[in-house]
Structure formats: structure tokens, C-alpha cells
């Protein structure tokens, strides 16, 4: 593990226009510099680097960080990687904490099993390539596939020979050591028989690689036309290998996938390769697996767009559903394309030309809930019984998708296409999510009444709403990243009847006088952000905004990089000649500090006032109801003491 001090020193050293300026062409415009964006195709620049903050912002795609995230973004990198990346480009020595003797093990038996995983490619390449059994059948087999050199050589494939031992032998004259063999799953042991056996014989091979390149795992597909045999079985499980982590040919599409911003994503390995040769190269497949939370989310490294390519098999696709569901949750967009009926990813594109499966995934390409309300209808006929299962069943997928524009888009697309009321669809959306929000809060629906009709605000109030409490948040936020260090200053009068100027930390300000009240947060990461600085209220110095830039949890550092980074800023050049004096905001500090804090609370208590008006429309106890009043009054109180101070502070300031 790389120490604590030494990731420090890298990031205290990177600079952030050098780095860029390996990767992207920079032009100084004002305090910054601009060049056009390398995660996405654009004309016109609009990406810039801020020195002074050392942190990049696209304005084009939304993309930004520091000079270590640029370099994990762009290079696909892990942190660490990142690190010793930066640290290699400034010269720096990469100190590593003196890890335990069960980290030294751990570590040099995961390497063990990756040198296992690499032998045995090579091993199989050998037997496919050389050997006379490898060519009658693993080869022919290619051949009758249509797998041209170029592929056999790009994904690696093999052959193992039908003996029971061979690789095993090998392995072991080799030099590698059983219990390698055992854990990787390449040799099958027997203990209590005293046999081992090569797991894969008789089948051509196609190796499981990492993001980097490294053999992991291993498919193999029997050969022979024993009925009693798997047709295609994987390495077991691994210190290496997790089948539900992994997806076949990721090493091959990333950059791909990278470039077009979509993922094509298939089921088997013979459609991986068959599509890459007809030159649509951003392909993965999950092997035959359902699909899982950690491959969605692999895919979301590069791309929040996905192309499901299915063969005509109805109930396979009826099966899917649940993992198409799971990527709606992550806030992907997914879409699916069919192929004909008896035609799956790997034959149609043998029996095309490249641009004509590249046009025909084009053309038939569907959003995910119109193709599954299209598919579901027309096995509904005429009744309404089935109909009705359908609506819950659209409705249900729909209530996944996290985005409150697309849900909204979507209902209106499947009201016309099922021939229902919008209404009725948006009222059985709502009705879900606030189920839904009530099981995560751990809340019984039996103690919490339904809102009345006239309650219901319209969706275009709740978002002002929304939208006013997240800027309050966001701006106080932006306050104690900015400034929380620096110094407000407060008149106060000595005992000898003389002003002074008492200096005051921003940081210290705002957090003690949120706390007294008990303000919270409603956006998570903001909460996350403030309670790092409540942590530090004892403390001589709050957090640097550089612990914020720099969190490894990436919504954290991509939130600080949000609120830090200003696209327009006022250059005093020009200006003062002509008698305009620009008054930053540095100078008027203490005064949008003290305003957003009151604007903040206000919300707040009108927040509350709001609730309990609710309360007090459907209570009927007479004590609760004397009790929800007199809340109401002190709080209205609050409110007014809020308003009076916000008004004389706009008058006096």
C-alpha cells in the first residue's frame, strides 16, 4: 500500500495544466485555460483548467476533477495506479507501508494464480495452434465459426486435449504447483483418490480477462457429442475470478465502448468476436449469466448507455427483465435491439456485411420500456385482467429510474402506446416511490396517511420547491469550501469603550451557527461535507478544500470540483479607467455569508410550517391538535423574527 505522506506529496505537486497538457492542447483564456474536451467529440472548446484551483471542468459532457482524477479518467485507472502515475512523471519515490506477513501472502497468492491463468493461455494457444489434435478439431471448429486469425489471436483462444492430464503434467513439469492448479480450477483434484485431472479437456478455450489484460478465468466449449456434459462450462470462482464482477471482451471494448458512449452487451463469447469482426468493437457479454449489480456497474466506468442485442428466444427475454430493471436503478439508459426470429448476434453478423448489422442495430434499436410495453401488449390480446398485470408491471420499471424528467417521459410514451390516462400511470408511479421511500426509511404506511387530494402539490411546485432547497444547500456548502478558512470580521466593544474588529473563521460561523438550530442537510454528500467541518468545530483548522478534491469516494471530490469551479469570472483590467469598480466577493464576504444563512433557515421553517399544516388537516384529536397549533404559532414566530433580521440586514448592509 502506498503511505499516507506519499500520496500527499503528489497531490501537493501535480499541477493540473501539466498534466492536461499531456493529453489535450491548452490556450490561456482569462485566469484559465481552455482546450477542447478528450471525453467527447466537440468543435468548439469547452473544457477548462482552472491552476489557481487545480482542478478541469467540461462544460460540454460534465466531466471534472483534479489532476489525479483527470488521470483515472482518462488513463482508466484506479487510485493507486493514478498515483504511482503522477508520482512517476514528477520524479517522486513511492514510499509503501510495511504490509503484514498475511497481506504479503494474500498478495503473492493472487499473483501466483494470475501467472497460473497466464501459463495456461499460452499452454492452450500452443495446443490449438501446433498440435495435430488442436488443428482437427479446436481449429476446424474456428474455422466452421468463421473466426479469422486476426480474432483467435486478439481473444487468446485455445484448444485443451482430450487426454485427462496433459496440462496438469505439463503444469507441474513447469514447475507451477498443484495447489495453484487446484484454485484456479484448471486441474480438478481428488484427494482422497489421488487423482488429478484437467477440468476443460477436449474443449476450445476462450480466456476471461481483467480491465487490464490479464487472464483471469477461462469458457470452455466441449467438442464432443456427449449429451451428458455441460456444452460450455467457466473456471470456478477465484481469488482472481468473480463471474458476477467480470464481462467477457471488457478488455477489448472499453476504449471502445469509451468512444461511441454505449455498451453493445451480448450473452455469449462467439458473439463478442463475431461482432468485432464486422467492426463494432464496443461489445461485452455476461457469459450466459443474469446479469449483475457489479457488471452494471463495470459498464457505468465508461458508459451510461446500453444495447442489449437479443436472438428471438421470447422467454429468454422475459428472463432478462430483472437485470434490465437493475440497470433502469443505476440511472442508465438502456436500449434493446431484437434479432430475427432463429438468428442470434453471432449468426446474423456472419451472414452480413459489417455496415449492414452496424444499420440494422441502428434502425431496430428500442428504449427498453416501449420494447417491453410492445412486447408485454401483444400477448394480452383482449384481456383486461392481463392488461391490467401489464400496466403494474410497466409501471413497476418505470418507478426504478432515478431521473425525474425521464420517468415523467415515459409515462407520457407508454399512456399513448397502452391506451390509458396519463393520470392513472403518474398516480400509480407515485403511489410506488412513496412505498418505496417509506421501506427504506423503515416507516409502517399504516401510520402514515395518504395525502388528500388537494394536497397533492403539482409536479411543477415540487420542483421549485426542490430545486430552492438544493441551491440554499449548494450555496452554503460553496461558502465553507471556498472561504472556510479565511476570516469575516465582527465589531464588538472593549471595556474601555473602543471598537475592535474580531476575526471570525467562515468555517467556524457557519457551522456553530447551524448546529445551535440543528440545521441539517437534505442532500446527502452536503451533509457529508458539513459534518466534516461539525467534526473539526473544536479544532484550530477545518478541513483544506483539497481533502474534499481528492476524496476517494468520487462523488465527494466531483460535488467539491462542482462547487469550486466558476465558468465566468470578472477581470478588473479595463474596467477601473473608466471609473467601474467590480466589488468581488472576497470584499462583501461577511454579508453573503450572514444572507445565506438566513435564507437557509427561512426555508427551513416554512418547510416546517408546511408539514405541519398538513398535520392539522386531518387531525382530529382535540389535545394533539392544541399541541400541532401551538408548534405552529412558535414556529410562525421564528419565521417572522427570520424575515425582520433578513430585511434589516438588506437595509443596513
Same mark, same amino acid.
Given at each position: 500500500?502506498?503511505?499516507?505522506?506519499?500520496?500527499?506529496?503528489?497531490i501537493?505537486?501535480?499541477?493540473?495544466?501539466?498534466?492536461?497538457?499531456?493529453?489535450?492542447?491548452?490556450?490561456?483564456?482569462?485566469?484559465?485555460l481552455w482546450?477542447n474536451?478528450?471525453?467527447?467529440?466537440?468543435?468548439t472548446?469547452?473544457?477548462?483548467?482552472?491552476p489557481?484551483?487545480?482542478?478541469f471542468?467540461?462544460?460540454g459532457?460534465?466531466k471534472?476533477?483534479?489532476?489525479?482524477? $483527470?488521470?483515472?479518467?482518462?488513463?482508466?485507472?484506479?487510485?493507486?495506479?493514478?498515483?504511482?502515475?503522477?508520482?512517476?512523471k514528477?520524479?517522486i519515490?513511492?514510499?509503501?507501508?510495511?504490509?503484514?506477513?498475511?497481506?504479503?501472502?494474500?498478495?503473492?497468492?493472487?499473483?501466483?494464480?494470475?501467472?497460473?491463468?497466464a501459463?495456461a493461455?499460452?499452454y492452450?494457444?500452443?495446443?490449438?495452434?501446433?498440435?495435430?489434435?488442436?488443428k482437427s478439431?479446436?481449429?476446424?471448429y474456428?474455422?466452421?465459426?468463421?473466426?479469422?486469425?486476426?480474432?483467435?489471436?486478439?481473444?487468446?483462444?485455445?484448444?485443451?486435449?482430450?487426454?485427462?492430464?496433459d $496440462?496438469t503434467?505439463?503444469?507441474?513439469?513447469?514447475g507451477?504447483?498443484?495447489?495453484?492448479?487446484?484454485?484456479t480450477?484448471?486441474?480438478?483434484?481428488?484427494?482422497?483418490?489421488?487423482?488429478?485431472?484437467?477440468?476443460?479437456?477436449?474443449?476450445?478455450m476462450?480466456?476471461?480477462?481483467?480491465?487490464t489484460g490479464?487472464?483471469?478465468?477461462?469458457?470452455?466449449?466441449?467438442?464432443?457429442?456427449?449429451?451428458t456434459?455441460?456444452?460450455?462450462?467457466?473456471?470456478?470462482?477465484?481469488?482472481?475470478?468473480?463471474?458476477?464482477?467480470?464481462?467477457?471482451?471488457?478488455?477489448?471494448?472499453?476504449?471502445?465502448?469509451?468512444?461511441?458512449?454505449?455498451?453493445?452487451?451480448?450473452e455469449?463469447?462467439?458473439?463478442? %468476436?463475431?461482432?468485432h469482426?464486422?467492426?463494432?468493437h464496443?461489445?461485452?457479454?455476461?457469459?450466459?449469466?443474469?446479469?449483475?449489480?457489479?457488471?452494471?456497474?463495470?459498464?457505468r466506468?465508461?458508459?451510461?448507455?446500453?444495447?442489449?442485442?437479443?436472438?428471438?428466444?421470447?422467454?429468454?427475454?422475459?428472463?432478462?427483465?430483472?437485470?434490465?430493471?437493475?440497470?433502469?436503478?443505476?440511472?442508465?439508459?438502456?436500449?434493446?435491439?431484437?434479432?430475427?426470429?432463429?438468428?442470434d448476434?453471432?449468426?446474423?453478423?456472419?451472414?452480413h456485411?459489417?455496415?449492414?448489422?452496424?444499420?440494422?442495430?441502428?434502425?431496430?434499436?428500442?428504449?427498453?420500456?416501449?420494447?417491453?410495453t410492445?412486447?408485454?401488449?401483444?400477448?394480452?390480446?383482449?384481456?383486461?385482467?392481463?392488461?391490467?398485470?401489464?400496466?403494474?408491471?410497466?409501471?413497476?420499471?418505470?418507478?426504478?429510474?432515478?431521473?425525474?424528467?425521464?420517468?415523467?417521459?415515459y %409515462?407520457?410514451?407508454?399512456?399513448?402506446i397502452?391506451?390509458?390516462?396519463?393520470?392513472?400511470?403518474?398516480?400509480?408511479?407515485?403511489?410506488?416511490?412513496?412505498?418505496k421511500?417509506?421501506?427504506?426509511?423503515?416507516?409502517?404506511?399504516?401510520?402514515?396517511?395518504?395525502?388528500?387530494?388537494?394536497?397533492?402539490?403539482?409536479?411543477?411546485?415540487?420542483?421549485?420547491?426542490?430545486?430552492?432547497?438544493?441551491g440554499?444547500?449548494?450555496?452554503?456548502?460553496?461558502?465553507?469550501?471556498?472561504?472556510?478558512?479565511?476570516?469575516?470580521?465582527?465589531?464588538?466593544?472593549d471595556?474601555?469603550?473602543?471598537?475592535?474588529?474580531?476575526?471570525?473563521?467562515?468555517?467556524?460561523?457557519?457551522?456553530?451557527?447551524?448546529?445551535?438550530?440543528?440545521?441539517?442537510?437534505?442532500?446527502?454528500?452536503?451533509?457529508f461535507?458539513?459534518?466534516?467541518?461539525?467534526?473539526?468545530?473544536?479544532?484550530?483548522?477545518f478541513?483544506?478544500?483539497l481533502?474534499?478534491?481528492?476524496?476517494?469516494?468520487t462523488?465527494?471530490?466531483?460535488?467539491?470540483?462542482?462547487?469550486? $469551479?466558476?465558468?465566468?469570472?470578472?477581470?478588473?483590467?479595463?474596467?477601473?479607467?473608466n471609473?467601474?469598480?467590480?466589488k468581488?466577493?472576497?470584499?462583501?464576504?461577511?454579508?453573503?455569508v450572514?444572507?445565506?444563512?438566513?435564507?437557509?433557515k427561512?426555508?427551513?421553517?416554512?418547510?416546517?410550517?408546511?408539514?405541519?399544516?398538513?398535520?392539522?388537516?386531518i387531525?382530529t384529536?382535540g389535545?394533539?391538535?392544541?399541541?400541532l397549533?401551538?408548534?405552529?404559532q412558535?414556529?410562525?414566530?421564528?419565521?417572522?423574527?427570520?424575515?425582520?433580521?433578513?430585511?434589516?440586514?438588506?437595509?443596513?448592509?
Amino acid at each position: 500500500m502506498i503511505n499516507p505522506e506519499t500520496i500527499q506529496t503528489v497531490i501537493e505537486t501535480a499541477r493540473i495544466e501539466e498534466v492536461v497538457s499531456d493529453f489535450v492542447s491548452l490556450k490561456k483564456r482569462g485566469a484559465n485555460l481552455w482546450g477542447n474536451c478528450p471525453f467527447h467529440n466537440e468543435k468548439t472548446p469547452s473544457f477548462s483548467v482552472s491552476p489557481a484551483k487545480g482542478i478541469f471542468k467540461c462544460f460540454g459532457c460534465g466531466k471534472a476533477g483534479t489532476a489525479v482524477g $483527470f488521470v483515472m479518467e482518462h488513463e482508466k485507472l484506479t487510485f493507486p495506479e493514478a498515483i504511482r502515475y503522477l508520482a512517476h512523471k514528477y520524479n517522486i519515490e513511492v514510499a509503501e507501508e510495511k504490509q503484514t506477513d498475511e497481506q504479503i501472502q494474500a498478495v503473492n497468492e493472487r499473483e501466483s494464480l494470475m501467472q497460473v491463468s497466464a501459463f495456461a493461455q499460452k499452454y492452450f494457444s500452443v495446443q490449438l495452434l501446433q498440435t495435430d489434435e488442436g488443428k482437427s478439431v479446436g481449429l476446424s471448429y474456428f474455422r466452421e465459426r468463421e473466426i479469422t486469425d486476426e480474432s483467435i489471436a486478439k481473444f487468446q483462444l485455445g484448444y485443451c486435449n482430450s487426454s485427462w492430464d496433459d $496440462f496438469t503434467k505439463h503444469a507441474l513439469a513447469e514447475g507451477y504447483k498443484l495447489e495453484f492448479l487446484d484454485k484456479t480450477g484448471l486441474t480438478i483434484v481428488k484427494p482422497d483418490e489421488k487423482k488429478q485431472f484437467d477440468r476443460f479437456r477436449g474443449r476450445v478455450m476462450f480466456p476471461i480477462q481483467n480491465l487490464t489484460g490479464r487472464v483471469i478465468g477461462f469458457g470452455g466449449r466441449i467438442m464432443s457429442s456427449d449429451k451428458t456434459k455441460a456444452k460450455y462450462i467457466n473456471s470456478p470462482e477465484s481469488e482472481i475470478y468473480n463471474k458476477s464482477h467480470t464481462l467477457y471482451g471488457i478488455f477489448q471494448a472499453k476504449n471502445a465502448i469509451v468512444s461511441s458512449n454505449n455498451c453493445f452487451l451480448v450473452e455469449g463469447y462467439t458473439d463478442v %468476436i463475431s461482432l468485432h469482426q464486422a467492426g463494432i468493437h464496443n461489445v461485452v457479454a455476461s457469459s450466459g449469466t443474469s446479469l449483475t449489480h457489479d457488471q452494471i456497474k463495470l459498464i457505468r466506468r465508461f458508459t451510461p448507455n446500453i444495447t442489449i442485442l437479443y436472438d428471438g428466444d421470447f422467454a429468454g427475454i422475459k428472463a432478462s427483465f430483472r437485470g434490465i430493471d437493475m440497470i433502469l436503478e443505476q440511472g442508465m439508459n438502456v436500449r434493446i435491439v431484437l434479432f430475427p426470429d432463429g438468428e442470434d448476434p453471432d449468426s446474423f453478423a456472419r451472414k452480413h456485411r459489417s455496415q449492414e448489422v452496424i444499420d440494422f442495430i441502428d434502425k431496430e434499436a428500442s428504449d427498453f420500456i416501449t420494447f417491453k410495453t410492445n412486447l408485454l401488449l401483444s400477448e394480452t390480446g383482449k384481456d383486461p385482467i392481463k392488461k391490467a398485470n401489464l400496466i403494474k408491471e410497466i409501471v413497476h420499471s418505470i418507478t426504478l429510474i432515478p431521473d425525474k424528467i425521464v420517468r415523467t417521459v415515459y %409515462i407520457r410514451e407508454c399512456s399513448s402506446i397502452l391506451n390509458i390516462e396519463e393520470q392513472v400511470l403518474n398516480t400509480e408511479v407515485n403511489k410506488l416511490l412513496r412505498q418505496k421511500v417509506l421501506k427504506e426509511n423503515h416507516l409502517d404506511p399504516q401510520t402514515i396517511p395518504e395525502p388528500e387530494q388537494d394536497q397533492i402539490q403539482t409536479e411543477p411546485e415540487k420542483q421549485k420547491e426542490e430545486n430552492d432547497a438544493e441551491g440554499q444547500e449548494r450555496e452554503i456548502i460553496r461558502l465553507l469550501l471556498t472561504y472556510g478558512n479565511d476570516d469575516i470580521f465582527f465589531e464588538h466593544e472593549d471595556e474601555f469603550k473602543q471598537i475592535e474588529q474580531i476575526p471570525v473563521k467562515v468555517a467556524l460561523f457557519i457551522v456553530n451557527d447551524l448546529s445551535k438550530d440543528e440545521i441539517t442537510f437534505e442532500n446527502p454528500v452536503y451533509q457529508f461535507i458539513y459534518e466534516a467541518y461539525l467534526k473539526a468545530l473544536n479544532e484550530e483548522t477545518f478541513p483544506d478544500k483539497l481533502f474534499f478534491l481528492n476524496h476517494n469516494d468520487t462523488t465527494v471530490s466531483s460535488t467539491a470540483v462542482e462547487l469550486l $469551479f466558476t465558468k465566468y469570472e470578472v477581470t478588473a483590467s479595463g474596467w477601473e479607467k473608466n471609473n467601474i469598480f467590480v466589488k468581488e466577493e472576497s470584499d462583501r464576504l461577511k454579508v453573503v455569508v450572514e444572507h445565506s444563512l438566513l435564507a437557509m433557515k427561512a426555508r427551513k421553517v416554512e418547510h416546517m410550517l408546511d408539514e405541519l399544516q398538513q398535520k392539522l388537516k386531518i387531525e382530529t384529536d382535540g389535545d394533539e391538535m392544541l399541541m400541532l397549533l401551538q408548534q405552529f404559532q412558535a414556529l410562525k414566530s421564528i419565521s417572522m423574527q427570520i424575515q425582520a433580521e433578513q430585511l434589516g440586514r438588506v437595509i443596513t448592509k
